[in-house]
């Protein structure tokens, strides 16, 4: 079983990951999402997947990509990658992108490229 993200209008699969991946994902950002003061586009659907509002997890993602780079915490970077990195790639899938500041990333993504293919969608 799986737990579908895709736009909210219905157009496109971003993700498609096991059930309890999708389910702890929405968990962390939701998380996330209140340590940064941002609603994260997430809504949980009828059809046990998730409809995400581009426009809403793109300033989520920006804001959460900021309070990244606004620390030298490595605690709060370590809790902060693996979801950071997956909704990057999330919002990559569905067509977006956020503004980055590669001299204040201190090695987000590394991990990248290893999550965009573990989160490869058929177009």
């Known amino acids: 079983m ?3 993200f895709e736009t909210a209008d219905r157009t496109r699969v971003l993700w498609d990951p096991a059930l309890r991946v999708g389910r702890l994902f929405v968990s ?4 996330a999402g209140e340590l940064i003061r941002l609603p994260t586009g997430l809504t949980p659907n ?3 997947g998730c409809d995400v509002d581009m426009e809403s997890f793109q300033a989520f993602t920006q804001g959460m990509y900021e309070k990244y ?3 030298n915490n490595v605690v709060m970077h370590g809790l902060l990658q693996g ?3 997956a909704s990057i790639v999330m919002l990559e899938n569905g067509g977006g992108a956020i503004t980055r500041n590669p001299s204040l990333e201190t090695g987000l993504l590394e991990d990248h490229e290893d999550f965009t293919r573990a989160m490869w969608v058929e177009d």
């Open 28 to 31: 962390l950002a939701q998380g």
């Open 69 to 71: 780079c606004s620390t």
């Open 83 to 85: 979801l950071l990195i």
């Open 2 to 4: 799986s737990y579908e």
């Open 46 to 48: 009828e059809r046990g």
